[in-house]
Nanobody, 125 residues
Framework: QLQLVESGGGLVQAGGSLRLSCAAS????????MGWFRQAPGEEREFVAA????????YYADSVKGRFTISRDNAKNTVYLQMNSLKPEDTAVYYC??????????????????WGQGTQVTVSS
């Protein structure tokens, strides 16, 4: 069973930066796609970014493109989300997830099989 634990959330002013980490344990995930999602109060969970190691590829939601960067360290079984130029509308609980799909970079919630517990990101104006 794959377990995911997020960390790095917090309170930051608009324009600031945060780096989220997601550590995986229980099995290796180098062949899987990993993604970040977020959910604001009263909203549906939405896709933020995804990464695949082989072949190396990334994909971002339009709302974060150019501001957020997803990366992974397979040796540490960890995926990161560097968030720069944060805006109040980025405020949400952020979740990392793993998809067992063997191709592509899934963007739908139901394409992901394992989820972390989430970490709160709050951006003040």
């Amino acid at each position: 069973q794959l377990q995911l634990v997020e960390s790095g959330g917090g309170l930051v002013q608009a324009g600031g930066s945060l780096r989220l980490s997601c550590a995986a344990s229980g099995r290796t995930f180098s062949n899987y796609a990993m993604g970040w999602f977020r959910q604001a109060p009263g909203e549906e969970r939405e896709f933020v970014a995804a990464i695949r190691w082989t072949p190396r590829s990334t994909y971002y939601a339009d709302s974060v493109k150019g501001r957020f960067t997803i990366s992974r360290d397979n040796a540490k079984n960890t995926v990161y989300l560097q968030m720069n130029s944060l805006k109040p509308e980025d405020t949400a609980v952020y979740y990392c997830a793993v998809s067992r799909d063997v191709l592509g970079l899934p963007r739908q919630v139901d394409r992901y099989d394992y989820w972390g517990q989430g970490t709160q990101v709050t951006v003040s104006s």
